[in-house]
């Protein structure tokens, strides 16, 4: 059992930096590759990065590559998002999501989901 807590979302002018913490329960986390997705209204969930359990290698979708950034601290139970740099288009929903596999990109392969934190980018 994995409880996901996000927080760290608001509302920015473009070009603001936020970042997103996600909290995790459990003493097993370190053995779970962690990811973020976000979902814009009228959109599917989109997949933004993802941070593996084994290795701590990141992969990020094009489309925030070299602005956000993904880490954690497993000391800490804790998966971050740095976003800088931050666009209109940058708006959405963001969830956290955890999976015990090594490497994941896609939705279906999470099987924990935090609630999401509403990110908000004026133009």
């Known amino acids: 059992q994995v409880q996901l807590v996000e927080s760290g979302g608001g509302l920015v002018q473009a070009g603001a930096s936020l970042r997103l913490s996600c909290a995790a329960s459990g003493r097993t986390f370190s053995r779970y590759s962690m990811g973020w997705f976000r979902q814009a209204p009228g959109k599917e969930r989109e997949f933004v990065a993802t941070?593996?359990?084994?290795?701590?290698?990141?992969y990020y979708a094009d489309s925030v590559k070299g602005r956000f950034t993904i880490s954690r601290d497993n000391a800490k139970n804790t998966v971050y998002l740095q976003m800088n740099s931050l666009k209109p288009e940058d708006t959405a929903v963001y969830y956290c999501?955890?999976?015990?596999?090594?490497?994941?990109?896609?939705?279906?392969?999470?099987?924990?989901w935090g609630q999401g934190t509403q990110v908000t980018v004026s133009s």
């Open positions: 999501a955890a999976t015990p596999r090594h490497w994941a990109i896609n939705s279906y392969e999470y099987d924990y």
């Open positions: 941070i593996g359990w084994s290795s701590g290698s990141t």
